[in-house]
């Protein structure tokens, strides 16, 4: 290859990132949600002592009377179990989930109120199942970001006593 067509190749290259980068900034700019990453509020999440608090980490931040309730979320979980741990099933069939937070409505003192967040990759069935660990009768409340809006569903366990 001759040291002109090497020029022109590199020109030809600078352009399409360019293109590239200015689509990517001008994409970022337009979406409706921003792109911080669930791992990096984690910390924040997990300190949170309420449902407020913990969605508050989120921007634009969220309140629990802001939340939308929907038919088109599962919140399965047994009605009645032992303490300990226990399976929940979490389903959203509204277009363009990309996240989960399985909230404790009633935390005792020193338990958490985020008992579990995942982020559902693009394209990808937003349908999960989780383990929490619950030592008291609890509400929980499922909590889905669909779309760039707030939607619930709700659940209440009852912890067996002997």
């Not at 337009?30 to 608090?53: F, N």
């Not at 109120?113 to 929490?132: F, H, M, S």
């Not at 939607?151 to 366990?157: F, R």
Request: glycine share 4%.
């Amino acid at each position: 290859m001759s040291k002109r067509h090497v020029h022109t190749l590199a020109k030809v290259i600078a352009a399409l990132l360019m293109t590239a980068t200015s689509v990517t900034s001008h994409s970022q700019t337009m979406s409706s949600t921003p792109t911080i990453s669930l791992d990096s509020l984690m910390p924040e999440l997990l300190k949170a002592d309420s449902i407020d608090k913990a969605l508050t980490a989120f921007k634009p931040s969220v309140s629990k009377s802001q939340l939308m309730t929907s038919d088109y979320l599962l919140l399965d979980s047994p009605a009645i179990a032992p303490a300990g741990l226990l399976s929940v099933h979490l389903m959203s069939e509204l277009p363009g989930t990309d996240l989960f937070l399985l909230l404790n409505a009633t935390p005792s003192k020193g338990e958490p109120t985020v008992l579990a967040a995942q982020e559902i990759p693009n394209r990808t069935k937003a349908d999960i199942r989780v383990k929490v660990k619950l030592t008291k009768s609890s509400e929980l409340l499922l909590v889905v970001r669909a779309g760039g809006k707030w939607y619930s569903a709700i659940n209440d366990i009852k912890i067996a006593t002997k």
